[in-house]
């Protein structure tokens, strides 16, 4: 199983920018699929972004299509997800996790591992 931290979060204002890291531990990174998900207050867990582990794969959920981009560094083991055009709407905490399988929706049978989440809070 791999170990993931996330990092990058904090307070913007709308239409900023910020760059999410996610950082695995462990040698099997590179065979993960790896995605984004975020929460906020009151809602349920959604799907944002995923990547699959040769990173030629990637989708976004179509809230944050053109704005986010999903990518990674199997050297480093880390993913990343940059965020431009940030929105009131798209404070949350964001997680990343380690996908058994490449998919564009949230299945939790499909997380292998989730990181403890880093909040992101734009500011209107």
């Known amino acids: 199983q791999v170990k993931l931290v996330e990092s990058g979060g904090g307070l913007v204002q709308a239409g900023g920018s910020l760059r999410l890291s996610c950082a695995a531990s462990?040698?099997?990174?590179?065979?993960?699929?790896m995605g984004w998900f975020r929460q906020a207050p009151g809602k349920e867990r959604e799907f944002v972004a995923a990547i699959s582990w040769s990173g030629v794969s990637l989708g976004y959920a179509d809230s944050v299509k053109g704005r986010f981009t999903i990518s990674r560094d199997n050297a480093k083991n880390t993913v990343y997800l940059q965020m431009n055009s940030l929105k009131p709407e798209d404070t949350a905490l964001y997680y990343c996790?380690?996908?058994?399988?490449?998919?564009?929706?949230?299945?939790?049978?499909?997380?292998?591992?989730w990181g403890q989440g880093t909040q992101v809070t734009v500011s209107s």
């Open positions: 462990g040698r099997t990174f590179s065979r993960y699929a």
């Open positions: 996790a380690a996908l058994l399988t490449y998919g564009l929706s949230y299945d939790r049978s499909q997380v292998g591992s």
